[in-house]
């Protein structure tokens, strides 16, 4: 959908799918930035207004990310000192769930457990990654939660697990480089590209992983 | 928690951490057996009752499964005709998120042609999969999403995250494996492991896989 000549508001609008009001609305959030102005009452927007609203309908369609946390992504995409890699946690930090530790946590024995059982796995594996990584919390809830029941079968290591995911992320985020300088075109395409890839990657591996239980359990109990 | 005493409605709560309001309901609900009558106002449960509590539980809690959906998962565990095959598939069924094909999906080009992607890995794999399955409605649901998206990064082949879940799946289902005959007892425990091993470890799945990412990520782009 390549538009050279500027547009105005009614145009942006049919061109992008979005309606005017909800473009005022961006607009005034400071989601979008502001077109050029013409006259006292009239201001024309481009191809980076289309690529902008498409990156937000991802973050707000695919990624159900609240429009506070938008704000968030597009100040580090439009901040060319950021790398690359703090602009895809950005988007990846921003995606739900986000459980929080509860109260507690530190005299919580099954927690204090996962944790540490989560930690050995990350420096095993020699992964960076932030202590603070919402995912790294959700993995302690959940192993908590592995830990509080007493009926989880056995299943494949952690480990295995993990080594796993690793192989598919390194083909992913590897399809994510741009190859050299990023401008800020790129960028914004890369920030819709990273949640895109993310959300519904995410959801691939759920129905195929549920798919797999039930082929490996016709096999073994039908 | 073995108590091989019969208990009273009060002391089956204090047993299940279950309150005994929560109890009458399940009763009424026909999710939890009666107990045997002792007088016109008395009644006994026993390890069975606590077992059913658990499992009631781990569908409501872990599970996120709706009650009317649970009675049908019950009957499926105490009908002892049914194979685990179809006592696995009743817990996983009831799994969400549960996707229905778009309003004219047969007009959709990106539905029918997520579809037949589908069915070409899912043959080729030569697993053993319902037609009606959830999970497949899920993957072509997102594969569908992932056509109709310009931005979405290659990534791995569909077909390199189906090998990755089978190898886990085979696995996971193993450890279900109650190694021949499953009495009424065994049933219930296998199902409760199912809902609990099912849910919690695509939790971690989950959480592994971003963690994976934003290693592969500081690796490339930091």
Request: proline share 6%.
């Amino acid at each position: 959908m390549e538009v050279a000549r500027p547009m105005l508001m009614a145009e942006l609008s049919r061109s992008s799918g979005v309606p005017v009001a909800t473009i005022k609305y961006y607009l005034r959030e400071g989601l979008l930035p502001p077109g050029t102005a013409t006259s006292a009452t009239r201001a024309e927007y481009g191809e980076r207004h289309l690529r902008r609203l498409r990156l937000i309908r991802a973050l707000l369609e695919i990624g159900e990310i609240p429009v506070a946390a938008i704000g968030h992504i597009l100040a580090v995409v439009d901040d060319e000192s950021a790398s690359l890699h703090v602009m895809l946690g950005a988007v990846q930090y921003a995606l739900g769930p986000h459980p929080t530790p509860p109260a507690g946590a530190e005299a919580d024995q099954d927690w204090q457990a996962a944790s540490h059982e989560a930690d050995v796995l990350i420096a095993g594996l020699g992964w960076t990654v932030a202590a603070n990584a919402p995912a790294r919390t959700l993995l302690v809830a959940t192993l908590a939660a592995l830990r509080r029941t007493e009926s989880a079968p056995p299943g494949p290591s952690l480990r295995a697990y993990a080594e796993a995911m690793a192989a598919l992320a390194a083909v992913e985020v590897a399809s994510l480089d741009p190859g050299g300088h990023a401008d800020e075109g790129a960028r914004v395409v890369l920030a819709e590209s990273a949640v895109v890839g993310m959300v519904l990657r995410e959801r691939v591996l759920l129905a195929l992983h549920r798919l797999a239980q039930e082929d490996a359990s016709s096999r073994r109990f039908a």
